[in-house]
């Protein structure tokens, strides 16, 4: 089994793939110890052929990748592909397109919620994919046969997969379903790591604007150096640590050294003095520039249980149509629905306002009631007092 290390033997891979309609891809990489992925391994796959790219080879441009990851006339298949779209972003600054991810795919087809490429190989194909190799260090040279073998799977049997699954969305009259699922891999949003915005994946455990305003500003120099030493975030200071320091709002470096979160001796580094520097920014941010703090509102009476009937209705749409029930809705959508019929969630709109949203309003207000039919779960039209016709159902759908 050849693995391309020259740039000269990639150009020639990437042209050849480039004349088919898709390409199926996988990346093997390592981030435990770093901020940004460490790329290893690339395996991509055509209609009639295979590679396996030593990312880590001495002398080697990834130049022909990226022109064919930008390439519009050719789909990029990928299976659960945030990961692998990151590092494409991260080192090629572009993101593949046109996208097909078959994970999501499968959850549209109705093979259940984040299925593992594994499990989807065998369902889809029959073959048995061996594990072994899935966690070994994939940037000691040289690899082993197995671990390529196991490289090659990720991307040889995609291809079956993704000609099943690509046949039966168009079947059912899906495949835009998919598309709609592929803006939010497709947004630069969903992988740029603005310092700014650090504290946005941070737990709300603030109450007052100006804590905000010092948390903001401690995950802003935490997110800058951790890029900059590439490292993990936990690596420069934890998130326990944030929170502590938002709320004590330490000024100097004798302050800092009181908090429980800060390990001796740290208030004297250069670190320290940046945490220090980074509250007084903080405590100077005008009120009227930090962000508004989200005000816990009260649930209506009665949205519990309209909440725990939505989860009802959402499973049984979700067996009745073959869909997962995590692509329909979340449940943040059931919640907001049960306190708003305007609410602004992705459940209200598109395919799955016709599939679910629809149901999900008339069920709040009482116009469609749950029930028992047999073994199943019907929704029951109170106007006319039957069953909606499942058929209407998967048309409205469709």
């Known amino acids: ?88 972003y991260h080192l090629g600054k572009l993101i593949p397109a046109p996208l097909f991810d078959s994970q999501v795919a499968a959850m549209v087809c109705g093979f259940g919620d984040s299925i593992s490429y594994d499990q989807l190989v065998y369902k889809v194909t029959g073959a048995q994919i061996d594990k072994s190799s899935r966690f070994t260090d994939w940037s000691r040279r040289p690899l082993t046969q197995k671990q390529l073998e196991y490289a090659l799977a990720d991307v040889t049997h995609l291809r079956d997969v993704y000609q099943f699954l690509k046949a039966n969305l168009a079947e059912q009259g899906r495949s835009h379903w998919v598309q709609d699922e592929m803006e939010i891999l497709t947004s630069e949003n969903t992988y740029r790591s603005e310092p700014e915005n650090a504290w946005k994946r941070l737990k709300m455990r603030v109450r007052k604007p100006k804590e905000l305003a010092v948390m903001m500003e401690v995950a802003a120099w935490r997110e800058k150096e951790a890029q900059s030493r590439n490292v993990p975030r936990n690596r420069v200071i934890k998130d326990d640590a944030i929170y502590e320091i938002a709320s004590q709002q330490p000024d100097d470096a004798e302050k800092l050294s009181r908090l429980r979160t800060i390990p001796k001796g740290f208030e004297r580094s250069k670190s320290g003095e940046a945490i220090v520097n980074a509250v007084k ?21 009665g949205s519990a249980a309209a909440v725990d009937l939505l989860k009802v209705l959402l499973k049984m749409v979700s067996e009745s149509h073959g869909v997962a029930a995590k692509v329909i809705a979340t449940v943040d959508d059931l919640e907001k629905i049960a306190a708003d019929d305007e609410a602004d969630v992705a459940a209200l709109k598109g395919w799955r306002m016709e599939l679910f949203g629809q149901l999900a309003l008339k069920l709040k207000l009482g116009k469609v009631a749950l029930a028992f039919k047999g073994r199943k779960i019907v929704a029951i039209d109170q106007e006319t007092s039957t069953p909606p016709a499942e058929d209407n159902l998967t048309h409205a759908a469709e």
């Open 1 to 88: 089994m050849n693995v391309i290390t020259k740039t000269s033997d990639l150009a020639e891979a990437c042209k050849r793939l480039a004349a088919h309609d898709y390409v199926t891809v996988d990346t093997e990489f390592l981030r435990e110890s770093t901020f940004w992925p460490k790329l290893c391994v690339i395996q991509m796959a055509g209609p009639d052929m295979s590679f396996i790219v030593d990312a880590l080879a001495d002398g080697l441009s990834l130049d022909p990748f990226f022109e064919l990851m930008a390439d519009r006339n050719v789909t990029k298949v990928f299976h659960a592909a945030r990961q692998d779209v990151e590092i494409v």
């Open 281 to 301: 920014r903080g405590q100077a941010i005008p009120k009227e520039q930090i962000p508004r703090l989200p005000k816990g509102k009260p649930a209506p009476d």
